[in-house]
């Protein structure tokens, strides 16, 4: 077997998924990944994102080894090229078989959960700093509601410890970023200074390890170690609420840390004012630095989420699906994401095209989504208004091609949007019979089925019904 002839190998191996899976599957998991090598017996692709690998390795796994052996020949093994968000860097995984391990900037973290107070201050570079990686400020979509979350963020990853936002307090329902965004600045800080000892941990887990360091009577080890970190990122700090013991020994932790110029970042579901359970010396505290809300994005950010999502994932939807979802969807920067996947496996398993209306079932299932209340006469106008066409010309008599189609198509909208009956329709759209209706309904229906073009043009009018 010639080596580096991967393009034409997998060629090979894509006419057999093809033969095998329906076309809109092929064309969302297959048509984009690229061949990159063929060397020692082993196929390398290389798949737009993380999320890619993850897809197609639960759900085509068995047929991916099935075209390896008939494209290629028994024994081939496959290793995923992963691209990061930057498109630049790839990390690897390797298929051989049925064994399967990733390799690559993927490190294998210690249990916290172990006491670190026990350690004897490890050196910066082998503390384990507990950051996610993947959060960072370059795919930290920034926005009205965000800026100033986003901006402090950033001055404090330049000048950790040296600026007025100590402690930077973010706060802000769930699911809008905290996590994402602290993250970010501990990893900017990890980059900018490696000497420096950042720490990002759960108020959960701080609890969860002092109640360990209290039954094994290693408290004041607990704190020095603590009191040895450079940037203290603690996420959800309204967990400590009535836990008097733990909020004490946080107190001590905050100000050696606040007094010796470190870093504090807090995050919290709601702002110091409305905790309760606190200690008034605590909250004093939290409102020396910056307090930053994250509000809920507005509909432009949020469109803005959901194509920075597609396009780390490597998808495309309609310009109308995106539309629809960023409408309809305003509470949870995870609910958008969520729906993004939720929607992948749908046109997946079901073999669906992703249109709107497969974009709505899946919404209704996350929010509830309000429907207006549309009329006959409004129908009307859209569709003669898409198809530039006088409301006199489809009340009318006319048999011409293109008014009977756009007549067909607003007895269609009238028959899914409005609670009218096929009498009342008829009457109201060039006073036709119930039959007439329902032929027109049918006929719009069957067409929908094999015309990709009025599939666009029925999407777009229901897009402005929406509007």
Known sequence: MIENNHDELWNRCLKVIRDNVPEPTFNTWFAPIRP????????????PSQFFYEFIEEKFLGLLRSALYKGIGEGTQLMYSVLTAKGKTPGEVSLPSDNRSISGPYVRRKDMRKSPALMDAPAPQDLDPHLKPNYNFENFIEGSSNKLPRVAAETVARNPGKTAFNP???YGSSGLGKTHLVNAIGNKIKATYPEKRVLYVSAHLFQVQYTDSVRNNTVNDFINFYQTIDVLIIDDVQ????????????????????QNGKQLILTSDRSPVMLQGMEDRLLTRFKWGLLAELERPNTELRKNILKSKMYRDGLKFPESVVDFIAENVSESVRDLEGIVNSLMAYSVVYDRDIDLELAECVVKKVVKVEKKQLTIDHIINKVCGHFEMDVLSIQSRSRKREVVQARQIAMYLAKKYTEASSSQIGQAIGKKDHATVLHSCKMIKDQLDVDKELRAQLED??????N
């Open 36 to 47: 990159v090598k063929y060397e020692g017996n082993t196929l390398t692709i290389e798949v």
């Open 168 to 170: 930077l307090f973010i």
């Open 239 to 258: 967990e400590f609420a009535s836990l008097t013991k733990t909020q004490n020994t946080f107190f001590h932790i905050f100000n050696h840390l606040h």
């Open 461 to 466: 009018i229901e897009n402005e019904l929406r």
